[in-house]
């Protein structure tokens, strides 16, 4: 299966089957309130509408439009980074279904569009600028905005565009979309003719927005009062850096192992420069929190020249990247590159819990001197029951270990049996995961016992 088609798969499934873990209910409560709101315009644009029919085609183009918008609308709320809301899901899945609502909404949005102009030519008047100029504008506005929104997500790094122009662009245009789309509506009126199905879409809508100015206006606020001072930045491996904070002020950040954290350097927390970084540290250390961060551009080329005593700012803790704290429950680790940075939490933090299970590393990269913490996780071996695997894709004349890339027969060798007392965590780059993530759904590995983080911004 090609791994795009792969992936949405994998979102979708992974959404479904976390409902038979100990997420259950809140997987289906939220589940179901996603569902309920998207279909919530089309329910009250049909409560009391007294109008007949203009036949299926323009009705089914118009619910198109209105799904589209309510789509829109929740990409906010999935992006708002609200406490609790992807912890049943994994934010990796969240992100993953955050891109393909998007590509939803638009594909929903543009048809919308294009069946009512092919079922009623007339419509073609909310394009001409000689009827009504605004109109006109607007809606050819959104339908760029729409197509950059997609296209940019797409091909950021082919046209160059720096991730923190790309950020406070796609939030924009977002923002542009659904204030645009919303006048559309209440413009037109045909079903949202009443004022309490007006006040309705404006409720949602605001609604909506206003989750996107708390995570970018209100939070960084309530970040004030959490400040954090850089105190050492030591090199781990070629082009990877740690960078060691202590809160100030405050008792620090609870987080599980495993978990990220948004980071921000300067003065204040109100900037583009705000990136989200694993957690390297143990989870219980609180006087001193580790993020350790590749050099692969932009904003990460700078960390090595960040200097001690530098203000910082985080945000967090996010995601499900956690190990079972039941006893009895094994782990498989698979990490390439940077992805070692959420595993060697998980590893700190069972060492320092003195925890018994048992725990198999495979760990690969291009050469040895870009291969982190590799000094330190062969101390760990002796406080946890590790089995540790380092994979080398060049490998030194005296290397006496795995090399090649991360693959089947080398995963075969190492991976013990399928069971419902094993978790799995993968993190790496894509091509690794897809190739990972395969070969343990081919293995018969449940989705609920495989753990992605996927180290790519969507």
């Not at 259950?24 to 644009?45: E, F, H, K, M, T």
């Not at 323009?58 to 709320?77: D, H, N, R, S, T």
């Not at 929104?149 to 046209?159: A, D, E, M, Q």
């Not at 782990?331 to 959420?342: D, F, L, N, Q, R």
């Amino acid at each position: 299966m090609p791994a795009c088609i792969m992936t949405r798969v994998r979102t979708f499934c992974t959404i479904m089957d976390r409902s038979k873990s100990g997420y259950r209910s809140q997987v289906v409560i939220w589940l179901a309130c996603y569902l309920l709101l998207i279909l919530a315009p089309l329910l009250v644009a049909w409560i009391g509408h007294p109008e007949p029919s203009r036949g299926f085609w323009i009705e089914f183009g118009v619910g198109l439009g209105f799904v589209g918008m309510a789509i829109m609308v929740l990409q906010f709320v999935l992006t708002a980074r609200v406490p609790g809301v992807a912890t049943p899901f994994g934010t990796d899945a969240m992100l993953q279904f955050h891109r393909q609502a998007g590509f939803t909404a638009y594909l929903f949005i543009l048809a919308h569009a294009l069946i009512l102009l092919v079922s009623n030519p007339e419509y073609l008047s909310f394009f001409d600028p000689r009827i009504n100029a605004p109109r006109a504008m607007a809606l050819v506005t959104v339908l760029i905005m729409l197509t950059l929104l997609i296209v940019l997500t797409i091909s950021r790094t082919w046209f160059r565009i720096t991730y923190e122009w790309w950020r406070l662009s796609h939030g924009a245009m977002a923002l542009g979309v659904a204030m645009i789309g919303l006048g559309h509506i209440l413009m037109v009126g045909f079903y949202i003719s009443s004022f309490w199905k007006q006040a309705f879409m404006v409720l949602m809508t605001g609604a909506g927005i206003s989750l996107l100015l708390f995570s970018r206006v209100i939070n960084p606020r309530l970040m004030l009062k959490q400040p954090y001072r850089t105190v050492e930045i030591h090199q781990e491996a070629d082009r990877i850096w740690t960078l060691a904070l202590e809160p100030v002020g405050h008792s620090g950040l609870k987080f599980q192992p495993g978990q990220f954290v948004w980071l921000t350097l300067g003065d204040q927390p109100y900037s583009l420069q705000q990136h989200p970084f694993s957690l390297a540290s143990s989870a219980q250390r609180r006087d001193q929190y580790l993020l350790t961060i590749k050099a692969l551009g932009d904003f990460t080329e700078s960390i090595r020249r960040v200097q001690p005593g530098t203000s910082a700012w985080l945000e967090g803790p996010y995601g499900a990247f956690t190990p079972d704290q039941r006893p009895g429950i094994d782990a498989v680790m698979i990490a390439g590159g940077i992805g070692i940075t959420p595993i060697i939490s998980i590893l700190r933090t069972l060492a320092d819990r003195d925890d018994p299970r048992r725990l198999v590393l495979i760990y690969g990269a291009v050469r040895l001197d870009a291969m982190a913490f590799i000094s330190e996780i062969e101390t760990l071996k002796e406080r946890l029951n590790l089995t540790f695997i380092p994979v080398l894709e060049h490998p030194p004349e005296d290397w006496h270990g795995e090399t090649g890339r991360i693959n089947e027969s080398i995963m075969d060798k190492y991976m013990p049996p399928v069971s419902e007392t094993v978790e799995h965590f993968v993190c790496g780059p894509e091509p690794m995961m897809d190739l990972v993530e395969s070969y343990l759904n081919q293995r018969g590995v449940p989705i609920r016992k495989l753990h992605s983080e996927r180290f790519k911004i969507v």
